[in-house]
Each structure stands twice: as structure tokens, then as C-alpha cells.
């Protein structure tokens, strides 16, 4: 094979794909046919659990450093502030990044390629997926070149993160089952003035329309995206002068420039298969949906991630097969669940209707607070908008229980683990792992020594018992920081078997190590200190 995984699409999934493949050792071609990343910041919001992931990666601090974090949120109906949440605090027990992060799209895809090329794979600009065929083998692409001759490329795999529009998913045929609004959106890259330019997010509600207001790390700047004003929504040249001025009126917002102004229809939509043999969607060629929570871009992150332990895992032998299976059940039930609820909260506020308005500007406020005032409630929305809730229980690769954690869960994060930090640590190796929250027992550690399998034994705190974790059992934790196996009577020959029945092994002689690549993001951040200071 020319290529392991290939890779068609290099926005911030396909990137994120070929990173952690990159650094398991896989060799991936990754081909988009625009001239190069985008120049607008699109979608901005960076979610917890997206930075864990990157702090896996070794990269989420650099990203912190130049987004600008935003730990509160505030509802608006009729001009009138109806809520206001503190994110903070709320998040500080369960994640280390108790925050979202503004980080413009364009910004974050020269991020990730420069992380990419730290490992010497190299987006191939103006280059485009014409058609594939699959066979027992492998994936027999073909591939449109910048000088538009069209050439083939052997693959073992092939990984469609093309877009809304995929021609990975057009081949496969696969239906891309949905809806689209009616209304007519806009987003607008804006410098403005007025008491909501505060960096907290701000969405407003009025009589027909509705506003969100996202800030910008820059002073005065931010993003606002609302709805076009009836009757203009067919022309071609939509522009600012066709926005609904009321509700930013109402916010008090002076707009004095508008940097990038778009239009758009938004989009409802899961496709009906995720994986066909050895062709998979993920992102926007999967699942579409509203912008409500700054869900998407993260939830196709997700699906990069999920995905690429997984085809390291086959590819090096360390696997069953039957591992790639897993990729389609635990990704897909989120995204159902994903739409479902975006759709609801989305199509709530921007219905028209003598009812809906009655609720969306006098029920509403009076409820939001009465809900938010439950620390519980506020909870819950900060584990669902950060996607540190998802979990794949549902998935049968998955197994057992220990405590209240379920083979399927997200590790729960310990802050204080051990006197060298937090238990996310260790996570860096992007590896297999086992946790012991106590005392292991001696056969559970010849085991782990006899399969080169990390050992890791943090001493037990009252706060484990607190986060769901059960004194001395074993968890076992696939790369991505995910329970794949709990076991609260601490056998070993359940561990055994959850291993030698998946055929699983380490990655570790295959993978690059995270020392390698820690220097040089020491390197490129001293520059970019040198820099500016020049």
C-alpha cells in the first residue's frame, strides 16, 4: 500500500485524525482540494473535552494561550438579562479545563498543521477524491492532482472528512437523512462597543428573532449570528444592511465594522451509516447540525479520535479486526443524540407563532433561573455543552463495573492523584493503560508486567470514592482515556480474557513518544516568544 489511511478533507477533523494516526506510528495521506486552511474563524468554540484530548497531543496549553477561556454565559429575552451562569466552578471538579475556549477555526487548522508537520506529514493542497473502490485488500482511490491529471492511490483504509457536501459518503451512497430550517442565518465577524462586549457569550431572545453574541479574544471584537430579515433571504447579495437590527438594538450593540459577514441555512442531518468495510465519515460527512452549544467542530474531533487508536490498533496487529466495529455504535448514538437535542433547543428559539413567543419571552425567563438555580442543573449543562458526559456504555466492546464508573465511561479526572498530579497524566502515552486506585493485586501487576501493559497505582483519597472510583479494582483504559474494562473483584483472569479475546496489546514499540515530540513544541514556542518580542 502507498498509504495506510487516507485521508480526504484537512479541516479540524481530518487534521485531528491524521495527528493521532501520525503519532501511533500510522502512515496517512491526507488531501483536501482547497488552496489552503481557512481565513475565517468559523467555528470558535473548544470544548473540555476536546482539550483533554489536545493535552494528550501535548498541545492544549499552546491553544489556551492564544484563545481567550470563558467560564459564563447570560440569557436575554426582550432586551432584558433572564439569566446568568458562572461555568467555573462548576467545572472544576471534573475536567482540568473548568472552561470553554474562543479559538477561531482558521487559527486552530494552523495549529494542527503545523502539529502535523512537527511529525513531517504534509497537507497535499488542491487535490481531490474523484472516486474509490473497496476490496478485501484495501481502497483504491482515485485522485484529481493541482495539475489536474488524475493519478491512483492504494490505501488501506479510507477516512471521509470531506464536509457537509462528502464525496466519500456520495460514494458509499450512504442517505444523509434530515432537515434544514427556514430561516436564513448570519454570521458576522464584527468591532463593536456596548455593555454585552464583556467576553462572556450572551444569547438574546426577542419576538422573532434571536441573537448570539460569542466574543473574540481581541478587545471589541466578536462574533454575532443571528437571523436575516425576512423578505432579503433570496437575494444573492445578502449583506449586514439585511440584518435584523431590533434585537441588536435591544443588546445595546454598535457595530462600527464588519470584518466577515456570511449567510447560511442551517442543517439537521445524521448519515445512515458511519462505516462501510474500510470506509469511514466523520465530521460534517457524518453529522450535521445548529451551531446551539458550539457542538459540531468538537463532536467531529471526537470522531477523529475515537477512530484513530482504533485503525492504529488493527493496522499494527495489536487488535482484532473486529475492533473497528465499535467505531460506528459508540459515535453514532451521540450524534443522534446530539441533533435531536440541538434541533429542539434550536428550533424553540426561532419558531414563529403567537405560542412560541409567549414562551420564549415570558415563560422562559422565569423558568431558566428557577432551573439554574440548582447547582445540579447548572452541573448537568456544563457536563453536556464540554462533552465530558459522553459515554459508550451502549457498546459491547466495553465491559464491567467498579464503583459507579462503567466500562464505557470517561476516566474521571483526580486532581490531586498522587504527589505528582492529576491521573490524566499518564494519558499522554496514548496507549493502554491500567489505573488502580489503592493497593493491586500481585497477580493483576505480573500480568501487566508479562504484557508490557502500564501499571499505574495511585494511592487511595477520599475524593476517588467521590468521583464514582472503587477502592483496589483494575481499569483498564483504551488510548483515547475511555473505561474499557472495570472490574470491582479485581480478577485477574477477567483481565485476562478482556485481552487475550480482542487480542489486544500495547502500542508503545510502535508509537512516537511524547518526549519526542515535547521538544519540539518547546522549540516553536520559544520562536514564537522570540518573535514577538523582536
Known sequence: METEVLIAGAGPTGLVLALWLARLGIRVRI?????????TSRALAVQARTLELYRQLGFADEMIAAGLRFTAANLWARGKRAAHVEFGKLGAVATPFPYGLFYPQDEHERLLIEELQELGVHVERHTELVAFEQSVDGVRATLRMPDSSERTCKASYIAGCDGAHSKVREILGSDFPGGTYAHVF?????????????HELHVALDRSDFLAVFPLKTSGRARLIGTVRPGSEHRGDVSWNDVSKTIVERMRISVDRVNWFSTYHVHHRVARCFRDARAFLLGDAAHIHSPVGGQGMNTGIGDATNLAWKLAAVLHGCADAALLDSYEPERTAFAHRLVATTDRVFTFATRDGAIARFVRLSVVPRVVPAVLAQES?????FRTLSQTAISYRHCDFNAGTAGKVHGGDRLPWIEHADDRG??????AVLDWQVHIYGEPIDDIATLCAERELPLHRFGWRPEMERKGLAPNAPYLLRPDGYVALADAHARVATLRSFLDERRLQPLARRTLPAETLAVAHSTREAGAVAAATQ
Not at 186 to 198: I, K, Q
Open 377 to 381: 442543573a447548572r452541573r448537568f449543562m
Open 422 to 427: 492529576d491521573n490524566f497524566a499518564p494519558l
Open 31 to 39: 488531501v483536501d482540494k482547497t488552496a489552503g486552511p481557512g481565513t
Open 186 to 198: 448570519y454570521v458576522a465577524d464584527v468591532e463593536a462597543s456596548g455593555p454585552v462586549m464583556d
